[in-house]
């Protein structure tokens, strides 16, 4: 018997290349009616999708002033952010894990100013670990603005 001779591969085909699509020029008036009717498909798809029936409306997380008693007479109120880019960046930071930006979108920079003194003289005068009270404040309100349990799914469920 001879040996076994190579075995020759065949030659790889190059993709067709698909023709360019064919450009229509159209007025400024079909433009906008075009994308009219684009977004209006956009609302069309949220609706079937019922979110806004189940929107509630939430209450601040207050943490009083004297829970911090650094002098400062307001209180710490974290909201709920309401428009669209707020939403956004308030999904993008807890998603990210990134709290002082999470705290900054909800309470703005006083608030994250204010936690994280408060957090740290408290440590100094207990021992405690102030970067534990932060990260569990955050979890907190992740979960009080998101619905209990969201802070423990980092990047989705099982099901996703």
Known sequence: ?????????TPRKAAAKKAAPK????????????NVEQFEGFRERARSLKLGKNRVELEPYVITSDTFADGIDDDVVFRAPTDLRGKIAFQRASAAGDFPSL????????????VINGFERYAEATGADAEEMFVGLCYTLINYFRGQGAADVPGGTHAS
Do not use: F, H, W, Y
């Open 23 to 34: 450009t229509v020029e159209r007025t400024d008036d079909e433009r906008v009616e075009a």
């Open 1 to 9: 018997m001879s040996a076994p001779t190579a075995r020759k591969s």
């Open 103 to 114: 705290l900054e979108i909800l309470g703005g920079a006083v608030a994250l100013n204010r």
